[in-house]
Nanobody
């Protein structure tokens, strides 16, 4: 089992920055991929960034590429999402998730709300 706990959400003005954290506990290994998803009101949950547990490979969707950075601190078992140049359309609940390589994301955090005002 893997447990994930997100933190760091809140209210920010457009153009500002926030950093989300995802504390990971349980049975993880280098075969895991960690992802950040977000779900805006009335919309489906979509992946926006992912990183391998080793930190060697990262992925971003077009909507956040160049503004958001995913990183991992293996010593602290924590995944981060640095969000810069925030836009009102970034408003959503952000979820951290974990997947064993080759499998769908099966472990989820409880989510943290990010609200960006114009």
């Amino acid at each position: 089992q893997v447990q994930l706990v997100e933190s760091g959400g809140g209210l920010q003005q457009a153009g500002g920055s926030l950093r989300l954290s995802c504390a990971v506990s349980g049975r993880t290994s280098s075969s895991y991929t960690m992802g950040w998803f977000r779900q805006a009101p009335g919309k489906e949950r979509l992946i926006i960034a992912a990183i391998t547990w080793s930190g060697g490979s990262a992925f971003y969707t077009a909507s956040v590429k160049g503004r958001f950075t995913i990183s991992i601190d293996n010593a602290k078992n924590t995944v981060y999402l640095q969000m810069n140049a925030l836009k009102p359309e970034d408003t959503a609940v952000y979820y951290c998730a974990a997947a064993k390589f080759g499998y769908a994301y099966q472990y989820w955090g409880q989510g943290t709300q990010v609200t960006v005002s114009s």
